[in-house]
């Protein structure tokens, strides 16, 4: 599977941006899904992730509450919706896809996901 990842931009501190991952070449159904962030310096980073098939939605502290990822069924895609952002959530946001079914323990193992898309820029100003 294909992913591309799309939405970033510059925003305000306090702001939202939503971001997509769109796939192509198979059906997300199968796959378990994630976004990462890697800001300059920094290590990659888990953000959140879901099972395509349903269940827990699993987010990393600091973006608890300001954060939803979602999916929509028809379109293929995987979102995240990003609100009251801050200058820490700078960073290049990656979306991947595993396709094991990951036990919550691993859900922010980077190792464990397959594809990954090429990344969007996310840049908050304070």
């Known amino acids: 599977v294909q992913l591309q990842a799309s939405g970033g931009g510059l925003v305000q501190a306090g702001g939202s941006l939503r971001l997509s991952c769109a796939a192509s070449?198979?059906?997300?159904?199968?796959?378990?899904m994630a976004w990462f962030r890697q800001a300059p310096g920094k290590e990659r980073e888990f953000v959140a992730a879901f099972s395509w098939s349903g269940g827990t939605t699993y987010y990393r502290n600091s973006v608890k509450g300001r954060f939803t990822m979602s999916r929509d069924h028809a379109e293929n895609t995987v979102s995240l919706q990003m609100n009251s952002l801050r200058s820490e959530d700078t960073a290049i946001y990656y979306c991947?896809?595993?396709?094991?079914?990951?036990?919550?323990?691993?859900?922010?193992?980077?190792?464990?996901?397959?594809?990954w898309g090429q990344g969007t820029l996310v840049t908050v100003s304070s």
């Open positions: 070449g198979r059906t997300l159904s199968r796959y378990f």
């Open positions: 991947a896809a595993s396709e094991r079914r990951l036990i919550a323990s691993l859900v922010n193992d980077d190792l464990r996901y397959d594809y």
